[in-house]
């Protein structure tokens, strides 16, 4: 018999009948269409984005199983959805995504002393012979996932050798320190996950300092202080996130330091992160500080235009969506503060096209990033309105302030000045400081010129119009 898209897949549905309840069958596989079968890949379509997520989370196993027993160990899933239209046409959208091939990462069970004081595990509820460590960490934040740029490299690359060889690096301890959401605790479970990769034996477990904060002072009240210390010592390679938390916690940093010591020791890996640089992590503990230079400290910075561009390409890619490359290149230009303030605006842009079915447009990106950068205060200087204006007009920012009283210069000075005004709350008076040494009449008078002139001249209301946009 010819094999094809239908009858791998009834073979594979006829597999996963047997194991799992027959109201699971119905509900998430019976709607899945098999489409396509192009040597070991299968391309199966399925009614929605969510319904991709839940067999991703919840069957990955299962179908992995089914479809390499059908077509061996290369075998790969790829899911066509098909989505709510963003486009605006009645045409709906089908995006290919292809199958993660990773469920939840899972660390094996250890071997535990069974005596009455078996250790206690914080994650999970007391009582169990073996020890099962869940590694708390999240599938998604893969190295794949995480856009290479300057501004990442070193520390990038330095997780990246961590993750080859743990503990077997000088960078341990790897603290990875930089501002909010510039990647940190996604780079540090792209790190534990790679980890898992290739070293599955290993026990990696990632927890912020706060909770591990909050398990240290559980465990002081119940008396079980020795048992949270030997759990510890049982990871292989331990994340903890956000130390600068630790600070001002001296039990905490002393259980910390006990158990980074014992770690290191034995060759374990520990990874750190941080909101600031070491030797701005007031309120903690010399020696603690101390231990953070034996290893590597490797910074995130802000990501540059091309990294923030791709970061965007990469997310609408995982999640199935088409962007026009304006609108894209728009958002990585417009937010430039730090990737979660991005990530929150293409989500925003993505739910309001949805909700109000509107095209996504860099008018509508527009629109959005107006409120969303207001509500994030980011301030407009009398610099940035002269670089825009000058920008438009291509000329040197250096004659708008100087004396030239050249027709098209008084009249980049003039809408500099105008906007200063509008959009700033500089004062007339240093308005005119900026803009080639002009009192407060002078820029009055620039204010008013371009108020009536806008209203008269269409050619300079057609410039006004421009660089409001620009500005907004
Ligand atoms: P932090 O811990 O530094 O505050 P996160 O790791 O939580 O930041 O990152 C915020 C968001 O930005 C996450 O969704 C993360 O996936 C994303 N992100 C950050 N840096 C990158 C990158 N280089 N490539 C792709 N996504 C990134
Ligand atoms: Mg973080």
Not at 105 to 124: A, E, H, Q, Y
Not at 212 to 222: A, D, E, L, P, V
Request: aromatic letters at 10%.
């Amino acid at each position: 018999m010819e094999v094809t898209a239908t009858s791998v897949w009834n073979n594979c549905l006829a597999f996963i009948k047997d194991n799992i309840s027959i109201q699971n069958y119905k509900t998430w596989f019976m709607p899945i269409k098999p489409l396509k079968l192009q040597g070991a890949v299968l391309s199966v379509q399925v009614p929605s984005k969510f319904f991709f997520e839940w067999l991703e989370e919840n069957y990955i196993d299962l179908l992995r199983m089914a479809i390499r027993r059908e077509l061996g160990e290369g075998a790969r899933l790829v899911y066509s959805i098909v989505m709510e239209n963003t486009y605006g046409n009645n045409n709906p959208v089908t995006v290919k995504i292809p199958s993660a091939n990773r469920g939840a990462i899972k660390n094996n069970p250890l071997n535990v002393p069974t005596d009455n004081s078996s250790i206690r595990n914080p994650f999970v509820i007391p009582g169990l012979k073996k020890l099962q460590i869940e590694s708390q960490l999240n599938p998604n934040y893969t190295f794949d996932n995480f856009i290479e740029g300057d501004c990442n490299r070193l520390a990038r690359s330095a997780g990246y050798a961590v993750a080859e060889k743990p503990g077997g690096t000088s960078f341990n301890p790897l603290l990875l320190y930089g501002g909010v959401g510039l990647g940190k605790t996604h780079l540090a479970h792209a790190i534990g996950i790679g980890i898992k990769d290739k070293y599955p034996e290993k026990t990696v477990l990632y927890v912020s300092a706060e909770k591990f904060t909050q398990q240290f002072m559980h465990s002081t009240r119940n008396n079980t202080r020795n048992d949270f210390v030997h759990f510890y010592e049982m990871i292989d390679c331990l994340i903890i996130d956000d130390v600068q938390s630790f600070a001002g916690r001296e039990k905490t940093q002393d259980i910390f330091f006990e158990i980074f010591n014992y770690l290191h020791q034995n060759g374990k890996q520990v990874i750190l992160t941080s909101d600031r640089a070491p030797v701005d992590l007031q309120g903690m503990e010399q020696r603690v500080l101390s231990r953070l230079k034996w290893g590597l400290s490797a910074d995130l910075q802000v990501p540059e235009l091309e990294t923030r561009i791709a970061i965007l390409e990469r997310k609408t890619y995982n999640d199935g969506i088409e962007l026009p490359t304006d609108v894209i290149e728009y958002l990585a230009y417009s937010i430039n503060s730090n990737v979660r303030e991005l990530e929150g605006a293409l989500n925003s842009l993505l739910a309001q096209s949805l909700l109000n079915k509107k095209k996504i447009t860099v008018e509508l990106a527009q629109q959005m990033v107006k409120k969303f950068v207001k509500t994030n205060t980011k301030e407009i200087t009398i610099d940035y309105i002269q670089k825009i204006v000058c920008d438009y007009f291509n000329m040197p920012i250096e004659l708008i302030k100087s004396k030239t009283r050249k027709r098209e210069v008084v009249q980049a000075r003039q809408l500099t000045m105008y906007f200063s005004k509008q959009l700033t709350k500089n004062s007339l008076a240093a308005i005119g400081a900026q803009c080639g040494n002009k009192d407060h009449a002078t820029v009055l008078h620039a204010c008013r010129t371009v108020a009536n002139l806008s209203e008269t001249d269409k050619q300079f209301k057609a410039y006004v119009e421009d660089l409001s946009k620009k500005l907004s």
